[in-house]
């Protein structure tokens, strides 16, 4: 783990971007004979070094830097997630990244960080993530929100506020933002871009400005629709408070799903390149045909597409065979939701619509399928 991190984590990328999503984290295999990287499942690591143990554990309680030396617990970090973590870092071009066991509880992570420092004030941007959006408005951790559009950033901001929050492409609108503007108008205070939709592939948002990258990393990092975690990437000072904040809530990654995930980063450019060029022909007959009132595709591609149809959406629901109906996204298979009945649903009506969520927008998760065959299933969908 050490010699993984300290050997990737800190240095300027110098390599491509496919080149490092293959040995970003890995770097140090070969040196051991190794080819696959490890999965080391072990809750505990036994010592007789307990004078050394104490240490580490001073060495963390201080300032959340992963202890040096032979693990300690698998609360305070675990060498295959340190592998995902240095390969995230890497890719974001971030000083380092932080894993847990869920995108909201990464959320929930940086909210508290900063609530701890007596900074409970969030200015947010619509639309976001459903459960993002309802964390904030129903103050469950104690936040209270202004919500504004990114013109307004600047004039919410308090003294008490810890946060700009943004997702760009949007969730699930796709609508785009200028981060470096952003992150302008934030000033002092940090700039959290959720990067789920774009990925490191398409977007970089620390080199924009952004403080904090957030991924639900259950999407396109993992890709394959059976892990569930989230990280956010950050310079070594914050996520040494997350760190804290992991350990002492226990919103830890299971290591096979970092092992997974490490997998998963390999054939994230390749996924999302060829899964946008298909999105692209996708959104341009959509956007030619008489059943489709409006369609949303980004600037900067990506593999998102949302439309509003003329008929019932739920209809199209019902009529998709061989795209999947189901919530989430980023998968190698293309799947199909209605976000106003489901990952909006939490949301209320009037904010939901005023983010530009309305109730016949269809969103589309596009996969690795040939682009005929999906095209067919949804021309018969459309009725």
């Given at each position: 783990?050490?010699?993984?991190?300290?050997?990737?984590?800190?240095?300027?990328?110098?390599?491509?971007?496919?080149?490092?999503?293959?040995?970003?984290?890995r770097d140090d295999l070969a040196r051991q004979g190794l080819h696959a990287p490890p999965i080391d499942l072990s809750t505990t690591y036994p010592s007789y070094d307990s004078r050394g143990e104490a240490a580490r554990i001073d060495a963390f309680a201080a300032t959340g830097a992963e202890p040096q030396g032979?693990?300690?617990?698998?609360?305070?970090?675990?060498?295959?997630?340190?592998?995902?973590?240095?390969?995230?870092?890497?890719?974001?071009?971030?000083?380092?990244?932080?894993?847990?066991?869920?995108?909201?509880?990464?959320?929930?992570?940086?909210?508290?960080?900063?609530?701890?420092?007596?900074?409970?004030?969030?200015?947010?941007?619509?639309?976001?993530?459903?459960?993002?959006?309802?964390?904030?408005?129903?103050?469950?951790?104690?936040?209270?929100?202004?919500?504004?559009?990114?013109?307004?950033?600047?004039?919410?901001?308090?003294?008490?506020?810890?946060?700009?929050?943004?997702?760009?492409?949007?969730?699930?609108?796709?609508?785009?933002?200028?981060?470096?503007?952003?992150?302008?108008?934030?000033?002092?205070?940090?700039?959290?871009?959720?990067?789920?939709?774009?990925t490191p592939v398409l977007q970089r948002p620390a080199e924009q400005g952004a403080r904090l990258v957030l991924h639900s990393a259950t999407k396109y990092l993992g890709g394959h629709g059976d892990v569930m975690a989230g990280v956010v990437a950050c310079d070594e000072e914050f996520a040494g408070r997350l760190r804290q904040v992991r350990f002492a809530t226990g919103g830890v990654l299971h290591p096979l799903a970092g092992y997974l995930l490490l997998r998963g980063l390999a054939t994230l450019p390749v996924r999302v390149r060829a899964a946008s060029a298909t999105a692209a022909e996708l959104a341009r007959r959509l956007a030619a045909d008489p059943r489709v009132g409006r369609v949303h595709y980004p600037r900067i591609g990506g593999a998102m597409i949302a439309f509003e149809v003329d008929g019932d959406p739920h209809e199209v629901i019902d009529r998709v065979r061989l795209v999947t109906p189901a919530v989430s996204l980023g998968s190698v298979d293309t799947l199909i939701q209605h976000p106003a009945s489901i990952?909006?649903?939490?949301?209320?009506?009037?904010?939901?619509?005023?983010?530009?969520?309305?109730?016949?927008?269809?969103?589309?998760?596009?996969?690795?399928?040939?682009?005929?065959?999906?095209?067919?299933?949804?021309?018969?969908?459309?009725g």
């Amino acid at each position: 783990m050490d010699s993984a991190r300290t050997a990737t984590a800190s240095r300027t990328p110098l390599r491509a971007l496919a080149t490092e999503a293959v040995h970003a984290g890995r770097d140090d295999l070969a040196r051991q004979g190794l080819h696959a990287p490890p999965i080391d499942l072990s809750t505990t690591y036994p010592s007789y070094d307990s004078r050394g143990e104490a240490a580490r554990i001073d060495a963390f309680a201080a300032t959340g830097a992963e202890p040096q030396g032979p693990p300690v617990y698998g609360r305070l970090g675990n060498p295959t997630v340190a592998r995902f973590e240095t390969a995230l870092a890497r890719l974001e071009n971030t000083g380092a990244a932080v894993a847990f066991a869920s995108g909201m509880a990464a959320l929930t992570a940086v909210l508290l960080v900063r609530a701890s420092l007596g900074l409970r004030h969030i200015v947010a941007v619509r639309p976001l993530y459903g459960c993002s959006d309802h964390l904030l408005t129903a103050g469950l951790l104690g936040t209270e929100v202004t919500w504004t559009d990114p013109a307004g950033v600047t004039d919410a901001l308090r003294p008490d506020t810890g946060l700009v929050l943004v997702e760009s492409p949007a969730n699930p609108t796709l609508a785009e933002l200028d981060l470096r503007a952003l992150a302008h108008s934030c000033g002092s205070v940090p700039l959290l871009a959720d990067n789920t939709f774009a990925t490191p592939v398409l977007q970089r948002p620390a080199e924009q400005g952004a403080r904090l990258v957030l991924h639900s990393a259950t999407k396109y990092l993992g890709g394959h629709g059976d892990v569930m975690a989230g990280v956010v990437a950050c310079d070594e000072e914050f996520a040494g408070r997350l760190r804290q904040v992991r350990f002492a809530t226990g919103g830890v990654l299971h290591p096979l799903a970092g092992y997974l995930l490490l997998r998963g980063l390999a054939t994230l450019p390749v996924r999302v390149r060829a899964a946008s060029a298909t999105a692209a022909e996708l959104a341009r007959r959509l956007a030619a045909d008489p059943r489709v009132g409006r369609v949303h595709y980004p600037r900067i591609g990506g593999a998102m597409i949302a439309f509003e149809v003329d008929g019932d959406p739920h209809e199209v629901i019902d009529r998709v065979r061989l795209v999947t109906p189901a919530v989430s996204l980023g998968s190698v298979d293309t799947l199909i939701q209605h976000p106003a009945s489901i990952s909006h649903r939490i949301v209320d009506a009037d904010d939901r619509r005023g983010a530009g969520v309305s109730d016949r927008l269809l969103r589309l998760s596009v996969g690795l399928e040939d682009v005929e065959d999906l095209w067919t299933d949804l021309d018969q969908a459309l009725g």
